[in-house]
């Protein structure tokens, strides 16, 4: 559900970043808005809770260009991890233009990352979305630990319908803007054809 602000020439996206509890969101998104020009960003904002912390801010991206003259801004989210959080989940997901689930790929991690990618779909559908429809990407986060899943198995796991993967260490920097590009650009790319 993008919003087009006709004043300022611009058109806001909204992307959510998904997955289970401590498997890099606010990592991801902590690293983009670090490396991200000052003029080019808001404010980072961090709605905490007594278990998990929820991360929004947004930015315009300077390479990705325009779309019929307008510039694109995009809003990053992320979601609680926890389970309990899950109505914060379902309003976060509302008005959502992309989707990135970041899989934690240690192995004592992967019923976490099956059972959040079964809850990012059943939010999805009770906000009136289907994530075989939505821009989605799938990043495989952690691969720098000794005890994790092989790519294949992870990918074969949790892959819904042949969406990009990106393998990542967050906490490096290493496949963050990889995601946020392919999320991004299946986003303008859906924008083009309204």
């Given at each position: 559900?993008?919003?087009?602000?006709?004043?300022?020439r611009?058109?806001?996206?909204?992307?959510?970043?998904?997955?289970?509890?401590?498997?890099?969101?606010?990592?991801?998104?902590?690293?983009i808005?670090?490396?991200?020009?000052?003029?080019?960003?808001?404010?980072?904002?961090?709605?905490?809770?007594?278990?998990?912390?929820?991360?929004?801010?947004?930015?315009?991206?300077?390479?990705?260009?325009?779309?019929?003259?307008?510039?694109?801004?995009?809003?990053?989210?992320?979601?609680?991890?926890?389970?309990?959080?899950?109505?914060?989940?379902?309003?976060i997901?509302?008005?959502?233009?992309?989707?990135?689930?970041?899989?934690?790929?240690q192995?004592?991690?992967?019923?976490?990352?099956?059972?959040?990618?079964?809850?990012?779909?059943?939010?999805?559908?009770?906000?009136?979305y289907?994530?075989?429809?939505?821009?989605?990407?799938?990043?495989?986060?952690?691969?720098?630990?000794?005890?994790v899943?092989?790519?294949?198995?992870?990918?074969g796991?949790?892959?819904?319908?042949?969406?990009?993967?990106?393998?990542?260490?967050a906490?490096?920097?290493?496949?963050?803007?990889?995601?946020?590009?392919?999320?991004?650009?299946?986003?303008?790319?859906?924008?083009?054809?309204?």
């Open positions: 559900m993008t919003f087009i602000n006709y004043a300022s611009e058109i806001n996206c909204k992307i959510v970043y998904y997955g289970p509890g401590l498997c890099g969101k606010t990592t991801n998104l902590q690293y808005y670090d490396s991200t020009a000052p003029q080019a960003k808001g404010k980072l904002i961090s709605l905490a809770t007594e278990t998990d912390r929820t991360l929004f801010f947004d930015f315009m991206p300077l390479e990705l260009g325009t779309v019929r003259g307008f510039k694109t801004r995009f809003h990053l989210y992320t979601v609680p991890g926890q389970v309990y959080y899950d109505a914060s989940r379902k309003l997901l509302k008005g959502v233009d992309g989707v990135v689930f970041v899989a934690d790929s192995e004592e991690r992967m019923d976490a990352n099956i059972e959040s990618l079964y809850n990012l779909e059943e939010n999805l559908k009770s906000q009136g289907d994530l075989l429809q939505i821009p989605y990407v799938l990043q495989l986060n952690k691969r720098d630990l000794p005890n899943i092989s790519v294949e198995e992870l990918t796991e949790l892959n819904r319908k042949g969406e990009p993967v990106y393998e990542a260490i906490s490096k920097g290493d496949g963050v803007f990889d995601t946020l590009k392919a999320v991004a650009k299946q986003v303008l790319t859906e924008l083009r054809k309204g």
